[in-house]
């Protein structure tokens, strides 16, 4: 277990919260899992299919950073399992809903479950890590890709036999979820006499006055930077199985292959980020991420159903390498605000890559697919701004004593 002083690893804490956070990005996963089903059960448009993503991420990236700021001064342990219930009445909604608002609103009641669950989830991934931040936060985080990686799989075994009403069975892992997090949370709840006061203590290193601004810029470069991620994982996730229906001529089960390989290498990509980042240093690691993604990314719109495969998982690989890397990264900016570090990047971020699915799915309603998938492959280029961004050794400088 873990010392009175929290300078242990306790590895069983890491990986129950791991597979929570999978089961809850599980939960998320089926809203863009539900797209090829209910465009065809409800007639939706491809700028309707983007407002529900827009309504999940918004909820769920705008609360999370004011979520953490309220958790970093109140720990509340207990809001974990009362999160993901929410879920559960979420996903009971969307099995029953038979029209476009009442998907929306059974959204927003998953998008509030994820808001509370991802900055108090990262604090656990804090308050056990001991000295390997990166490993837990990898640890943490490879749990959330591989539950948004299973979106093919439930809409290939699931959906597309049992159609929308199948997506009741998913209230089976919301419960799972709750009851892992109800021992999550007793953990967490032990440890805020002691553990918790090292959180509190870190909030307590200031920078220079001087360097206020390098870190306020700092931060603003590192959203921008998630935000060109997220648009082009978002365009991926929920648009590409439609672009390989249409120019390969496959059914709805076929095309799920192409976005569960680009999420399954995603989801490795995260958890050896952490290692690798401890090894190369983290600014490193982010600039790899997007500027050796961009290549392939520039290639993949003409590549063909086989080759097509290839570049999804490189690209999904080399891309999510820089996840966890990026909140432990924002982190280290600012000290002691590990809940409203984690919102920031996870959650607000988010929240601007939600904006992005609306856009295209206009985009695609106004231009069409092929013209968008060759649009979107630019966005790994703008990865070039992590030069902006100051070194490991400057930002710990900025905070040595």
Same mark, same amino acid.
């Given at each position: 277990m873990v010392s009175k002083n929290g300078n242990q690893t306790v590895y069983s804490i890491l990986f129950i919260i791991g597979i929570c956070h999978m089961l809850n990005d599980t939960l998320q996963a089926v809203i863009p899992a539900m797209f090829p089903i209910l465009e065809e059960s409800l007639g939706l448009t491809f700028t309707q299919l983007g407002l529900i993503t827009f309504t999940l991420n918004m909820t769920a990236s705008v609360m999370q950073p004011l979520v953490g700021i309220y958790t970093d001064k109140k720990p509340m342990p207990y809001a974990l399992p009362i999160g993901l219930a929410s879920s559960m009445f979420g996903i009971m909604g969307l099995a029953f809903a038979s029209g476009f608002w009442m998907i929306l609103l059974s959204v927003l009641f998953i998008g509030l479950g994820s808001a509370v669950f991802h900055p108090e989830g990262s604090r656990v991934a804090y308050l056990a890590a001991g000295p390997r931040r990166s490993t837990a936060q990898s640890i943490y985080q490879v749990g959330g890709n591989s539950g948004q990686a299973l979106a093919p799989v439930i809409t290939a075994l699931v959906l597309v036999p049992l159609g929308q009403f199948g997506v009741i069975w998913f209230t089976a892992v919301a419960g799972l979820a709750v009851i892992f997090l109800s021992y999550i949370a007793r953990w967490y709840a032990s440890m805020t006499p002691t553990v918790v006061t090292k959180t509190k203590s870190a909030g307590?290193?200031? @920078?220079?006055?001087? +360097?206020?601004?390098? /870190? =306020?810029?700092? &931060?603003?470069?590192?959203? +921008?930077?998630? $935000?060109? =991620?997220?648009?082009? @994982?978002?365009?991926?996730?929920?648009?590409?199985? $439609?672009?390989?229906?249409?120019?390969?001529?496959?059914?709805?089960? #076929?095309? #799920? +292959?192409? /976005?569960?390989? $680009? &999420?399954?290498?995603?989801?490795?990509?995260? $958890?050896?980020?952490?290692? &690798?980042?401890?090894? +190369?240093?983290?600014?490193?690691?982010i600039l790899f991420s997007l500027l050796a993604a961009a290549p392939l990314a520039l290639l993949l719109p003409y590549a063909g159903p086989v080759i097509a495969v290839i570049l999804l998982g490189l690209i999904g690989l080399i891309v999510m390498s820089s996840f966890s890397v990026t909140v432990v990264y924002a982190q280290e900016l600012v000290p002691g605000k590990i809940g409203t570090m984690s919102g920031l990047t996870i959650g607000l971020a988010f929240g601007m890559g939600a904006i992005g699915s609306v856009a295209l799915g206009s985009l695609i309603d106004f231009i069409g697919l092929t013209p968008t998938m060759v649009t979107i492959s630019l966005l790994p280029l703008l990865g070039l701004v992590t030069f902006l961004l100051p070194s490991d050794q400057k930002v710990s400088e900025w905070y040595s004593d």
């Open positions: 307590k290193k200031s @920078a220079d006055k001087r +360097f206020a601004r390098g /870190i =306020r810029n700092a &931060l603003i470069v590192l959203i +921008f930077i998630i $935000f060109a =991620r997220t648009w082009y @994982a978002k365009a991926i996730s929920n648009f590409y199985a $439609f672009y390989a229906i249409e120019k390969y001529d496959m059914s709805i089960a #076929q095309s #799920q +292959f192409y /976005i569960f390989t $680009f &999420l399954l290498m995603g989801a490795i990509g995260t $958890f050896v980020g952490g290692p &690798l980042a401890d090894h +190369f240093g983290k600014k490193n690691v």
